[in-house]
């Protein structure tokens, strides 16, 4: 009997402790769970805001801005106090220095990068949660990559929009890895300047603006009309950029042909669209030119059949509005001052000299006399370039000449418009 009671003991002492086992397993399981630890930390706070699409909103090139900081692993880049913050004093500097290059301060989130908060986030970090930090650095690198697109694209550029930069435009140029470039100079602010078109025309107009926005006291107040006068042909400028040091240009309002070499230009008077028929603004390659004493030629044209003069040359390059150029011989076609007087198509005073001065730069001098040969035979023959040159149509209303600022007529009346999309205003500046 005492075996028994003590066997039934032990059994019951076994199945209790199996018990109170399972009740302590299950209550450490169900009734007090582990507290997990929520990341606070800036980087996280970047990583958040930029998941949230509501907050990508306010941002002007979001997808650039999350591509950057997911190469730089969402760590913050401008609000680290020490070494960093001579690199971050100097980016926002750059941002409130925008009207020298004839742009907008709005553009560039100016109430959100405040010095002020700047200040207590680098001097007094404790002061400021790191989500507002998060915040902060997020509004820097989004002023600056737009500023980079805008310093090399142009802000209003016809042929690239900035839903189409921010997807990632197959250009060759992504503002955030230059950004990210800048990072590592020993000069942030001289490697996002260098973004700039390196055209003369374009370095000679900028310095006046440079020189002239110094007396400026203040960013955000509308410049004065010859600011924005120099700024929407900066503007221009930018969307027209070459990346060479030969090319052609046709200017619109000064009526005339520019061709570029190295240390070197060479004016042609121009005949251009009137204000009923205006010559479209482009960018093309001029890839071959025809000596033409008959119009017999289809491609690119929109004039009536005829006969034309000896000497009539027409340069041929691809574009979308159908208009030719043509060289001509008659002098007195240019006498005019004002020479808007086509239906849009560009004549060139002395065709054969273009020619001839095309067929050197391309190498080919040993031509000329075959060209000049077939248009005094009154011949037909297409000469085509070994190396097609860049062309372009612009429309410029101010450039600098001989160190001075050269007005000319907007002959389609497009300045005041420009002006009020680039300054954001929805009514037409009043002109000087």
Wanted: aromatic share 10%; with cysteine.
């Amino acid at each position: 009997m005492k075996t028994t009671l003590n066997t039934s003991a032990k059994q019951l002492v076994a199945k209790s402790f199996l018990v109170i086992l399972f009740l302590v397993s299950a209550s450490a399981t169900f009734a007090f769970p582990v507290k997990t630890h929520r990341d606070t930390s800036i980087s996280a706070g970047i990583k958040a805001q930029l998941a949230d699409l509501k907050k990508q909103r306010i941002f002007h090139f979001p997808r650039s801005v999350v591509r950057f900081y997911r190469r730089h692993n969402f760590q913050p880049v401008w609000v680290k106090p020490g070494d960093d913050a001579k690199r971050t004093w100097q980016g926002v500097l750059l941002i409130n220095c925008v009207l020298q290059f004839g742009l907008c301060h709005a553009d560039y989130h100016p109430k959100e990068i405040d010095y002020t908060q700047l200040r207590t986030i680098l001097e007094y970090p404790d002061q400021v949660k790191n989500d507002e930090k998060a915040r902060y650095d997020l509004m820097i690198t989004d002023a600056l990559i737009t500023f980079i697109n805008h310093l090399h694209y142009g802000k209003l550029n016809p042929y690239l929009t900035s839903a189409k930069i921010d997807a990632g435009a197959d250009t060759g140029f992504i503002a955030g890895k230059v950004l990210g470039h800048a990072l590592i100079e020993s000069n942030l602010m001289s490697a996002i300047i260098d973004v700039q078109p390196q055209t003369t025309e374009y370095a000679e107009l900028e310095e006046q603006m440079r020189e002239l926005t110094n007396l400026e006291p203040d960013c955000d107040t509308l410049p004065a009309p010859q600011v924005r006068k120099m700024a929407i042909n900066l503007e221009r400028m930018r969307w027209e950029a070459v990346n060479t040091e030969t090319y052609l240009a046709v200017n619109i309002p000064s009526f005339k042909l520019v061709v570029h070499v190295r240390d070197a230009t060479f004016g042609f008077k121009a005949i251009v669209g009137a204000p009923p028929t205006p010559t479209p603004q482009l960018n093309s390659t001029l890839t071959d030119f025809t000596t033409a004493p008959k119009l017999k030629i289809s491609r690119y044209l929109n004039e009536p059949p005829g006969a034309n003069p000896k000497g009539v040359i027409y340069f041929w390059f691809k574009n979308p509005f159908a208009i030719s150029m043509c060289g001509h011989p008659e002098k007195e076609l240019f006498t005019p001052k004002e020479r808007d007087l086509s239906k849009g198509n560009v004549k060139i005073e002395d065709g054969q000299r273009l020619a001839e001065l095309l067929l050197k730069i391309d190498g080919n001098a040993a031509e000329i006399s075959a060209l000049r040969r077939v248009i005094s035979d009154y011949g037909m023959r297409n000469f085509v370039l070994d190396k097609p040159i860049p062309f372009k149509i612009t429309y410029i209303t101010c450039e600098v000449q001989n160190g001075a600022v050269v007005k000319y007529d907007d002959i389609y009346n497009l300045d005041q418009k420009l002006e009020a999309a680039l300054y954001n205003t929805n009514e037409y500046l009043v002109a000087e």
